[in-house]
């Protein structure tokens, strides 16, 4: 690269906007307090964009390349030539001249630049993506584009495929949260002729604080393109096109592998990890970046929908299952054939657990549901695999990894596992379907769930506006139902305990041991039981009604215990204890305890005793069924008739 090609582009140059409303790109930015600034939020957000951003006429997967490389000489001085260092670094100046924290954090960066004569551009370049289309400036018409959501807006996303990663808008803020200069620029071949065809399109963003410089208040955007289209001073400047962008793209490093193929090349300038006081070197961060986009995509990479390298100026890494093992248990939860009961380290056993959609706030849909379900694999763990052991892997059609959650209060026995929960457009990969209208329902839901972070399935903004009451509830019973479902796979041999969701709720007639009548076939207690364990706390919670079977008899005790229990009877001697009682309205009653049994003699003429409580902690959480017991006298009303 020499001089003369900088000298080409006398008219690119950076703007930045005062304060005077001027439409989009000027807002504030309220991402700096949103994003954590760890390499896996980097890499999920990176790529999730680039995997949304899917060209939908190829059938080729979404490919993306981060290059790292580290300026330094003649190549740097280039560098800064082309991208107009000089003025970018007085608006920094002017800015870190007003007390403000963030500005003087990027003084200091380049500072350190010029001091050190070395500067590390990592750049994200992605294909068979739709690319950067849309005019350069905003229309009510045309709403928000690609371009701008990407490149001028703060706080705005236009996803509109249904399994798209995210709502918010928020992922291009970890580019220039990751930018020591926070700068960030991009080389883009469009998928289609828009606004122009004369691909490679250019331009570059950076973000300060507010700050005044020669007299005028800047609001901190500033944006690098083609001044000749500014109608003032303090309008953002355009894209560059063609060969114009070609020959600054390669004074800037941002050439782009395949000019032919769709997508576009983000660099971040001055790429750092803000989390870490000392840098990884080059080869070290592209081995980190590969491993987290294998950990987090590998559902969209062992579908082949995305391929993952990373490169340094010596060595390439390719994103594969393969180089990181710790992902391969769950690979296996979808790969193998499903199995009754989980004897063996490596079977699977899969499930579906059904979820009721809440109604749409805005009316209702005739085309969409209120059922769908979420697919569940669980397999036992071999012993050598130890990370992410008890975890369930929660995954929808954007092909990403939600979250990690770890249950291992679950495990029970030394009955490890690892386990995925599909949901969505994800479902039907449990056994090969492609996706119904109801996956399609749930998606959509599943997606409003996650937070802005896109690490959760919670109640949100999102949930509580597109949806009417009882999201919180759908969610909670889905996790709920999931517990309860990997607890019954991994439970001890010896148990089962209960089989999926389904709460153990029964109408029996109760036992009368004790009784002053003479047997005569007859039960004379009648009532109904319900215990469910919650699995937060590890405690089972209960309720029984009793009442006499007939109306000449009142209660006269009743007695609750909580055996464990085994092929379905009872353990000998194997209580849970029980720790609390609810207050019976109504009803005085005295308690005796012996430790497994909890008797209450009733002391008024009860027709009716509702019981309550909660048992201690039972980290075993194995089957467990509530006794109900009683006793029964005549009543003095029979008598006196």
Same mark, same amino acid.
Not at 249 to 252: C, F, N, P, T, Y
Not at 318 to 321: F, K, L, S
Not at 384 to 392: A, L, P, Y
Not at 632 to 637: C, K
């Given at each position: 690269?020499s001089?003369s090609?900088?000298?080409q582009?006398?008219?690119?140059d950076?703007?930045f906007?005062?304060l005077?409303?001027r439409g989009?790109?000027q807002?504030?930015?309220l991402?700096?307090?949103?994003?954590?600034g760890e390499?896996?939020?980097?890499?999920r957000?990176?790529?999730?964009?680039?995997?949304?951003?899917?060209?939908p006429?190829?059938?080729?997967?979404?490919?993306?390349?981060?290059?790292?490389?580290?300026l330094?000489g003649?190549d740097l001085?280039?560098?800064?030539s082309?991208l107009?260092?000089?003025e970018?670094k007085?608006?920094v100046?002017?800015?870190?001249e007003e007390?403000?924290?963030?500005?003087k954090r990027?003084?200091r960066?380049?500072?350190?630049?010029?001091e050190?004569g070395s500067?590390?551009l990592?750049?994200v370049?992605?294909?068979?993506?739709?690319?950067l289309?849309?005019p350069d400036?905003?229309?009510?018409?045309?709403?928000s584009?690609?371009?701008?959501?990407l490149?001028?807006?703060?706080?705005?996303s236009?996803?509109e495929?249904?399994?798209?990663?995210?709502?918010f808008g928020?992922?291009?803020?970890?580019?220039?949260?990751?930018?020591?200069?926070?700068?960030? /620029?991009?080389? #883009?071949?469009?998928? @289609?002729?828009? =606004?122009?065809?004369?691909?490679?399109r &250019?331009?570059? +963003?950076?973000?300060l604080?507010?700050?005044?410089?020669?007299e005028?208040r800047h609001?901190?955007q500033g944006?690098f393109?083609?001044?000749?289209?500014?109608e003032?001073?303090?309008e953002?400047?355009?894209?560059?096109?063609?060969?114009?962008?070609?020959?600054l793209?390669?004074? /800037?490093h941002? #050439?782009r592998?395949? @000019?032919?193929? =769709?997508g576009t090349?983000?660099?971040? &300038?001055?790429? +750092?990890?803000?989390s870490?006081?000392?840098?990884?070197?080059?080869?070290?961060l592209?081995?980190?970046?590969?491993?987290?986009?294998?950990?987090w995509?590998w559902?969209?990479?062992?579908?082949?929908?995305?391929?993952?390298?990373?490169h340094?100026?010596?060595?390439?890494y390719?994103?594969?299952?393969g180089?990181?093992?710790?992902?391969?248990p769950f690979?296996?939860?979808?790969e193998?054939?499903?199995?009754?009961?989980l004897?063996?380290?490596?079977?699977?056993?899969?499930e579906?657990?059904?979820?009721?959609i809440?109604?749409?706030?805005?009316?209702?849909?005739p085309?969409m549901t209120?059922?769908?379900?979420?697919?569940?694999?669980v397999r036992l763990?071999m012993?050598?695999?130890?990370?992410?052991?008890?975890?369930?892997a929660?995954i929808r059609?954007?092909g990403?990894v939600?979250?990690?959650w770890d249950r291992n209060?679950?495990?029970h026995?030394?009955?490890?596992?690892h386990?995925v929960?599909?949901g969505g457009?994800a479902?039907?990969?449990?056994e090969?379907d492609?996706?119904?209208?109801?996956d399609?329902?749930?998606e959509?839901?599943?997606?409003?769930?996650?937070?802005?972070?896109?690490?959760?399935?919670?109640?949100?903004?999102a949930?509580?506006d597109d949806y009417?009451?009882?999201t919180?509830s759908?969610?909670?019973g889905?996790?709920?139902?999931?517990?309860?479902?990997?607890?019954?796979?991994?439970?001890?041999?010896?148990?089962?305990?209960?089989?999926?969701p389904?709460?153990?709720?029964n109408r029996?007639?109760l036992t009368?041991?004790?009784t002053a009548?003479?047997?005569?076939?007859?039960?004379?207690?009648e009532?109904d039981?319900?215990?469910r364990?919650?699995n937060?706390t590890q405690?089972?919670?209960?309720?029984?009604k009793?009442?006499?079977a007939?109306?000449q008899?009142?209660?006269g005790e009743?007695a609750?215990s909580?055996?464990?229990?085994?092929e379905?009877r009872?353990?000998?001697?194997?209580?849970?204890?029980?720790?609390?009682?609810d207050?019976?309205?109504?009803?005085?009653?005295?308690?005796?305890?012996?430790?497994?049994v909890v008797?209450?003699?009733?002391?008024g003429?009860?027709?009716?005793?509702?019981?309550?409580g909660?048992?201690e902690e039972?980290?075993l959480g194995?089957?467990?069924r509530?006794?109900v017991?009683?006793t029964?006298?005549?009543?003095?009303?029979s008598?006196d008739?």
């Open positions: 690269m001089g090609n900088t000298s582009h006398e008219d690119i950076w703007v906007p005062d005077r409303p989009a790109g807002g504030g930015d991402t700096q307090f949103t994003m954590d390499l896996e939020t980097f890499v957000e990176v790529l999730q964009n680039a995997n949304d951003a899917a060209y006429d190829t059938e080729e997967p979404v490919e993306v390349d981060f290059r790292i490389e580290e330094s003649d001085s280039e560098f800064k082309a107009r260092w000089e970018w007085e608006q100046d002017a800015a870190a007390d403000n924290q963030i500005a990027i003084h960066f380049a500072e350190g630049v010029e050190d500067l590390r990592l750049t370049e992605d294909r068979n993506t739709q690319g289309t849309g400036k905003d229309s009510p018409e045309r709403g584009t690609n371009f701008s959501a490149v001028r807006d703060s706080l705005e236009n996803k495929e249904e399994a798209a990663g995210g709502k928020l992922g291009k803020a970890v580019l220039r949260i990751f930018s020591g200069t926070s700068t960030v /620029l991009f080389n #883009s071949e469009l998928s @289609e002729n828009d =606004p122009r065809p004369d691909s490679p &250019v331009i570059g +963003r950076t973000k604080p507010q700050h005044w410089r020669d005028t609001n901190g944006f393109g083609d001044t000749r289209v500014c003032d001073e303090h953002p400047p355009g894209s560059l096109w063609g060969d114009e962008a070609a020959t793209a390669e004074s /800037l941002l #050439s592998t395949d @000019e032919d193929t =769709p090349s983000i660099m971040v &300038v001055g790429f +750092r990890d803000p870490l006081e000392e840098q990884r070197g080059l080869d070290e592209a081995q980190e970046i590969r491993d987290e986009a294998v950990k995509f559902p969209a990479i062992w579908r082949d929908d995305l391929r993952v390298r990373t340094t100026p010596s060595t390439t390719e994103g594969t299952i180089e990181v093992p710790a992902v391969e690979v296996e939860c979808l193998s054939e499903s199995v009754e009961e004897e063996e380290s490596g079977d699977v056993a899969k579906f657990i059904d979820v009721s809440p109604d749409r706030e805005n009316g209702d849909d085309e209120d059922e769908g379900s979420v697919g569940l694999a763990t012993d050598d695999e130890r990370q992410f052991t008890n975890h369930v929660m059609g954007a990403m939600v979250r990690y209060k679950l495990v026995g030394n009955r490890n596992f386990s929960a599909l457009e479902r039907g990969w449990l090969g492609e996706p119904t209208s109801a399609t329902d749930v959509n839901f599943l997606k409003d769930a996650e937070p802005p972070a896109h690490d959760d399935w919670e109640q949100t903004d949930t509580r009417k009451l009882g919180k759908t969610i909670d889905l996790k709920s139902d999931i517990e309860e479902i990997v607890s019954q796979f991994v439970g001890p041999n010896f148990d089962r305990g209960m089989r999926g389904q709460r153990l709720a029996f007639p009368n041991q004790g009548e003479e047997p005569d076939g007859m039960n004379k207690l009532g039981v319900e215990i364990r919650d937060e405690k089972w919670e209960f309720t029984t009793v009442s006499p007939e109306d008899y009142e209660l009743v609750v909580l055996p464990r229990m085994a379905e009872q353990m000998q001697d194997d209580f849970v204890g029980i720790e609390t009682f207050e019976v309205p109504g009803c005085p009653m005295s308690r005796r305890e012996n430790g497994k008797a209450f003699i009733v002391d003429d009860a027709d009716e005793v509702v019981i309550s909660r048992s039972d980290p194995v089957k467990t509530l006794n017991d009683g029964v006298r005549r009543s003095e009303v008598d008739e």
